[in-house]
């Protein structure tokens, strides 16, 4: 199976700045149809998660754009421009290019 | 609008079975699997195993193969997750969930309490 990792696992960051979280996978996540399946997730405390970003860059309706993904292969990066208060909590990556899905352990976002 | 509604909260003691289920709004129900995730306590969430609610197949996270079984009733469009032989580290709310290149849809959750 794959093993989702992510750094750091906690996050202060004061309002208004930028936060970068990064995730890497045991294994390349390019698919044989040569997509990515990639996703971050944001989980508000006592609130189910939403999904942010899929197949690695690609904003879900209704995002703000200052979340934005990047990366390849196994190493990604999901990047937080101008903080707000709302952006607390955690953040996951998933992968579902192979089965069975995975998530990252998680990390948490704390306003400082 | 699309929405997933699950059942309430649950109490159950170990050894049991719980069976939370969840309905579908909107026009999902057929045209995503429908994935289930266990969070336990200030923990992340860990993928269960999913089914299609179309045709009905399932898979099943290896961790709790023998112990899951997921089923869909497409008159009500409802799915259904049922977790056996109950440990205290099953302790956990319990998401549907389904997603797409269209979304994500998640249940509110359920909590499952495991105790004696």
């Known amino acids: 199976d794959v093993v989702m990792t992510q750094s750091p696992l906690s996050l202060p960051v004061p309002l208004g700045q930028s936060a970068s979280i990064s995730c890497r996978s045991s294994q390349s996540l390019v698919h044989s149809d040569g997509h990515t399946y990639l996703n971050w997730f944001h989980q508000r405390p006592g609130q189910s998660p939403r999904r942010l970003i899929y197949?690695?860059?690609n904003r879900d309706s209704g995002v703000p754009d200052r979340f934005s993904g990047s990366g390849s292969g196994t190493d990604f990066t999901l990047k937080i421009s101008r903080v707000e208060a709302e952006d607390l909590g955690v953040f996951y990556c998933?992968?579902?290019?192979?089965?069975?899905?995975?998530f990252g352990p998680g990390t948490k976002v704390d306003i400082k | 609008q699309v929405q997933l509604v699950q059942s309430g909260a649950e109490v159950k003691k170990p050894g049991a079975s719980v069976k939370v289920s969840c309905k579908a709004s909107?026009?999902?129900?057929?045209?995503?699997?429908m994935h289930w995730v266990q969070q336990a306590p200030g923990q992340g969430p860990q993928w269960m195993g999913a089914i299609d609610p179309s045709g009905g197949s399932t898979s099943y996270a290896q961790k709790f193969k023998g112990r899951v079984t997921m089923t869909r009733d497409t008159s009500t469009r409802t799915v259904h997750m049922e977790l056996s032989s109950l440990r205290y580290e099953d302790a956990a709310v319990y998401y549907c969930?389904?997603?797409?290149?269209?979304?994500?849809?998640w249940g509110q959750g359920t909590l499952v309490t495991v105790s004696s």
């Open positions: 969930a389904s997603w797409g290149s269209t979304g994500d849809y």
């Open positions: 909107g026009n999902i129900f057929t045209s995503y699997y």
């Open positions: 998933m992968q579902v290019t192979h089965w069975p899905p995975a």
């Open positions: 197949k690695v860059s």
